[in-house]
T-cell receptor
Framework: GAVVSQHPSRVICKSGTSVKIECRSL??????MFWYRQFPKQSLMLMAT?????????EQGVEKDKFLINHASLTLSTLTVTSAHPEDSSFYIC?????????????FGAGTRLSVL | GENVEQHPSTLSVQEGDSAVIKCTYS??????FPWYKQELGKRPQLIID?????GEKKDQRIAVTLNKTAKHFSLHITETQPEDSAVYFC???????????FGRGTSLIVHP
């Protein structure tokens, strides 16, 4: 099946620093990439959807200046948490869909656990 | 927009028993219903899906049923094993959208 690589798997940073998370589709071209946030024992909360070469579409309540998303190519999307604070600590997961007949199927990255001190 | 309700939130069974997780959706235009399994600290993985033109789909010990009239779909796991322990998420997508709406998840615990 399709493989999505997400790095880093874990980040511990000081409050006020920015953190970049990468999401790569390794063996397919990802028409669309998704970024989710997941709190302990809760569901996946969609933060934003991005298509290659265009601006990301953010869900209501998600600060686009706080969570910068770049989808520069069909295989790479990045999420940058700017000026991170302890309340940004969470599990962030990306996913990608390949478009066409498989556009409905999402392949998830392994997630990034962010801890802001 | 779409709203997906998932029940129960926690399900505890003995090894060998069957487990059933139910989801309802609100948008009659939804036509694709995937189920994901997420083990602790790991990525969600697609385990089975169903499209609205079929009522049931099976894959070994896992099956999914869909009732379009009632707008609900269910995941059935037979002969459960401890390695089935995980959080299971249902989702619904409409034909014109590629953005899934997820249920809140069900934590399945299979006791040996």
């Amino acid at each position: 099946g399709a493989v999505v690589s997400q790095h880093p798997s874990r980040v511990i940073c000081k409050s006020g620093t920015s953190v970049k998370i990468e999401c790569r589709s390794l063996d397919f071209q990802a028409t669309t990439m998704f970024w989710y946030r997941q709190f302990p024992k809760q569901s996946l909360m969609l933060m934003a959807t991005s298509n290659e070469g265009s601006k990301a579409t953010y869900e209501q309540g998600v600060e686009k200046d706080k969570f910068l998303i770049n989808h520069a190519s069909l295989t790479l999307s990045t999420l940058t948490v700017t000026s991170a604070h302890p309340e940004d600590s969470s599990f962030y997961i990306c996913s990608a869909s390949g478009g066409g007949a498989s556009k409905n199927i999402q392949y998830f990255g392994a997630g990034t656990r962010l801890s802001v001190l | 927009g779409e709203n997906v309700e998932q029940h129960p939130s926690t399900l505890s069974v003995q090894e060998g028993d069957s487990a059933v997780i139910k989801c309802t959706y609100s948008d009659s235009a939804s036509n694709y219903f995937p189920w994901y399994k997420q083990e602790l600290g790991k990525r969600p993985q697609l385990i089975i899906d169903i499209r609205s033109n079929v009522g049931e789909k099976k894959d070994q010990r896992i099956a999914v049923t869909l009732n379009k009239t009632a707008k609900h779909f269910s995941l059935h796991i037979t002969e459960t094993q401890p390695e089935d322990s995980a959080v299971y998420f249902c989702a619904a997508l409409s034909g014109g959208s590629y953005i899934p709406t997820f249920g809140r998840g069900t934590s399945l615990i299979v006791h040996p």
